[in-house]
């Protein structure tokens, strides 16, 4: 017990330290990709829903590409060819090739994956929209941007949101696999610390204990982000 | 005459589906197809190929077993948590917890290196008939794969049989079944028929773990996509067949489950 708690602490001659780093490293990259997929989200939904015949047809080979792949060979695949293929060009331009740091690769890359899911999200949300709503708006002269802005994206949300909850979710978890192409995050400093010191168990477990943390609190301020984008509309239980 | 207005039928459909804009779309989908087969490496291909059949094989059998498997996990999960006792129910939720909580890699290496490095310690471990198999990989990866998909199919199955109508299960009861036939006959099954399309989405996602066992050296298909890798030092070309592989097993997947769904009568309230 006093050797797991010494192996466990924060300072250097326990690893605690560096599997908070590796903490820190995964919450960034899933919120970045989260934001990334989100932005990506917003746009596919309006492209797949007000778009012109070719960019829906792109946007369901898109979404339908990424969600029959698993995710680890797209992060392969991206990781590679996504960093090739920006040095190519810039050496075809003229410029210097750049070391593309991992923090960036990854968050473009599962951006990319989460891109794909929360379109699909998203576009039930704004279909589950009273389509009146859309309509009183556009009857208003709202342009586009200030229809998004004030009506759509505000009376959607509610709908999205336990959507959007699981894409968080399944964010944080997917940073793991970013472990395999050498990143360091909370799955591969834990592989390290256990290998080092030969207690994979308790680093394992210690691991785990931290990801179901970060799922439980994220579930609490989810819940009450859901109570506020649900405020003035009939209760979650009898809506059910 | 049926058949006649069949034909037309689909002809209409398929007038109605390729439409200009599609037609070209194809067109640049197969010549960025071709220009991958004449440009890209591809000499490897007869070198590797048995190698990629066995790891294929070796895919598939991990998915069947693990589905299967976690399954039938699933279902005492499920019902613990739609009507079991308190001291069933809790842990039932507590293990879909932990499992949905936690990336499954972590889950993997978890067992692998933790579980593997703690039986060695124990010399009647060492000595029992198992130990030929727990020396190996493939165990740890199904194990891993089973309780997965047993976490995130209990909470399935609970909603499926909290939905099933109250109704039924009284009729049941009232009919003077006993309460296994009342499971077996009447609420398992609504119970499934409710989880089916949910059960064809887990299976596609559990296919997309499947290449996880990889990291703890199973050779499935996507090792021997990183062994060609390592070997020939392409970048893409094995990735991309790799992609291509999975896209196939995710669509006939997909097809025959739907064929199986719309096989069950779907009219349940």
Same mark, same amino acid.
């Given at each position: 017990?006093?050797?797991?708690?010494e192996?466990?602490?924060?300072?250097p001659?326990?690893?605690?330290g560096?599997l908070?780093?590796?903490?820190l490293?995964?919450?960034?990259?899933?919120?970045g990709?989260f934001?990334l997929?989100?932005?990506?989200?917003?746009c596919g939904?309006?492209?797949?829903?007000?778009?012109?015949?070719?960019?829906?047809?792109?946007?369901?080979?898109?979404?339908?590409i990424v969600?029959?792949?698993p995710e680890?060979?797209?992060?392969?695949?991206?990781?590679y060819?996504?960093?090739?293929?920006?040095?190519?060009?810039?050496?075809?331009?003229?410029?210097?090739?750049?070391?593309?740091?991992?923090?960036?690769?990854?968050?473009?890359?599962?951006?990319?994956?989460q891109?794909?899911?929360?379109?699909?999200?998203?576009?039930?949300?704004?279909?589950?929209?009273?389509?009146?709503?859309?309509e009183?708006?556009?009857?208003y002269?709202?342009?586009?941007?200030?229809?998004?802005?004030?009506?759509t994206?505000?009376?959607?949300?509610?709908?999205?949101?336990?959507?959007?909850?699981n894409?968080?979710?399944?964010a944080?978890k997917?940073?793991?696999?970013?472990?395999? /192409?050498?990143?360091?995050?909370?799955?591969?400093?834990?592989r390290?610390?256990a290998? /080092?010191?030969?207690?994979?168990?308790?680093?394992?477990?210690?691991?785990?204990?931290i990801?179901?943390?970060?799922t439980? /609190?994220?579930?609490?301020?989810?819940?009450?982000?859901e109570?506020?984008?649900?405020?003035?509309?009939?209760?979650?239980?009898e809506?059910? | 005459?049926?058949?006649?207005?069949?034909?037309?039928?689909?002809?209409?459909?398929?007038?109605? $589906?390729?439409?200009?804009?599609?037609?070209?779309?194809?067109?640049?989908?197969?010549a960025?197809?071709f220009?991958?087969?004449?440009f890209?490496? $591809?000499?490897?291909?007869?070198?590797?190929?048995?190698?990629?059949?066995?790891?294929? @094989?070796?895919?598939? @059998?991990?998915?069947?077993?693990?589905?299967?498997l976690?399954?039938?996990?699933?279902?005492?999960?499920?019902?613990?948590?739609?009507?079991g006792?308190?001291w069933l129910?809790?842990?039932?939720?507590?293990?879909?917890?932990?499992?949905?909580?936690?990336? +499954?890699?972590?889950?993997? @290496?978890?067992?692998?290196y933790?579980?593997?490095?703690?039986?060695?310690?124990y010399?009647?471990?060492?000595?029992s008939?198992? $130990?030929?198999?727990?020396?190996?990989?493939?165990?740890y990866?199904?194990?891993?794969?089973t309780?997965?998909f047993?976490?995130?199919?209990?909470?399935?199955?609970?909603?499926?049989?909290a939905?099933?109508?109250k109704?039924?299960l009284e009729?049941a009861?009232?009919?003077?079944?006993?309460? @296994?036939k009342i499971?077996?006959?009447?609420?398992l099954?609504?119970?499934?028929y409710r989880?089916?399309?949910? +059960?064809?989405?887990?299976?596609v996602?559990?296919?997309k773990s499947?290449?996880l066992?990889?990291?703890i050296?199973?050779?499935?298909?996507?090792?021997v996509?990183?062994?060609?890798?390592?070997?020939?030092?392409?970048?893409?070309?094995?990735?991309?067949?790799l992609?291509?592989?999975?896209?196939a097993?995710t669509?006939?997947?997909?097809f025959? +489950?739907?064929?199986?769904?719309?096989?069950?009568?779907?009219?349940?309230?």
């Amino acid at each position: 017990m006093a050797r797991i708690i010494e192996l466990l602490s924060p300072t250097p001659p326990g690893w605690g330290g560096t599997l908070l780093v590796g903490l820190l490293h995964s919450v960034e990259i899933a919120a970045g990709a989260f934001g990334l997929g989100l932005v990506i989200g917003i746009c596919g939904a309006y492209g797949k829903l007000y778009g012109g015949p070719v960019v829906r047809d792109l946007l369901a080979v898109y979404t339908t590409i990424v969600r029959a792949v698993p995710e680890l060979v797209l992060i392969l695949l991206l990781y590679y060819a996504g960093t090739d293929l920006i040095n190519q060009l810039l050496t075809a331009m003229g410029y210097q090739r750049i070391d593309i740091s991992g923090l960036v690769a990854g968050i473009a890359v599962l951006g990319f994956v989460q891109g794909a899911y929360s379109t699909e999200v998203m576009r039930g949300a704004i279909l589950a929209i009273p389509q009146g709503q859309i309509e009183a708006a556009r009857a208003y002269g709202m342009s586009p941007g200030l229809l998004l802005r004030r009506i759509t994206l505000p009376a959607m949300l509610p709908f999205a949101i336990p959507g959007l909850a699981n894409l968080w979710l399944i964010a944080t978890k997917d940073t793991a696999l970013l472990a395999v /192409v050498g990143f360091f995050e909370l799955t591969l400093a834990t592989r390290q610390a256990a290998g /080092v010191t030969k207690a994979y168990l308790t680093f394992f477990l210690a691991a785990g204990v931290i990801y179901l943390l970060l799922t439980l /609190v994220s579930n609490l301020i989810i819940g009450r982000i859901e109570v506020w984008a649900r405020r003035g509309m009939p209760s979650l239980k009898e809506a059910r | 005459m049926a058949v006649e207005a069949t034909i037309v039928n689909v002809a209409a459909r398929a007038s109605l $589906w390729l439409q200009p804009h599609r037609i070209v779309l194809i067109v640049i989908g197969l010549a960025l197809v071709f220009a991958a087969a004449f440009f890209m490496r $591809w000499d490897w291909l007869p070198q590797y190929y048995e190698m990629a059949l066995v790891g294929l @094989w070796r895919t598939l @059998w991990i998915l069947a077993v693990t589905c299967t498997l976690g399954f039938l996990l699933a279902v005492p999960l499920g019902l613990a948590q739609a009507a079991g006792p308190f001291w069933l129910a809790a842990p039932a939720k507590a293990f879909c917890t932990v499992i949905r909580g936690t990336p +499954l890699l972590l889950q993997l @290496w978890l067992l692998y290196y933790g579980l593997g490095s703690l039986f060695p310690q124990y010399p009647w471990v060492r000595e029992s008939w198992m $130990w030929p198999y727990l020396r190996q990989a493939w165990p740890y990866g199904v194990l891993a794969l089973t309780l997965s998909f047993a976490g995130y199919e209990g909470e399935v199955m609970r909603g499926a049989f909290a939905g099933v109508p109250k109704g039924q299960l009284e009729a049941a009861r009232a009919f003077g079944m006993s309460r @296994w036939k009342i499971l077996r006959r009447i609420w398992l099954p609504q119970a499934f028929y409710r989880a089916l399309p949910t +059960l064809t989405g887990e299976t596609v996602l559990q296919l997309k773990s499947t290449p996880l066992v990889a990291t703890i050296s199973v050779i499935d298909i996507f090792a021997v996509s990183s062994k060609v890798r390592q070997s020939t030092f392409l970048t893409y070309e094995p990735l991309l067949l790799l992609a291509l592989i999975y896209m196939a097993i995710t669509g006939i997947l997909v097809f025959v +489950l739907g064929k199986i769904e719309a096989r069950i009568p779907n009219k349940i309230g």
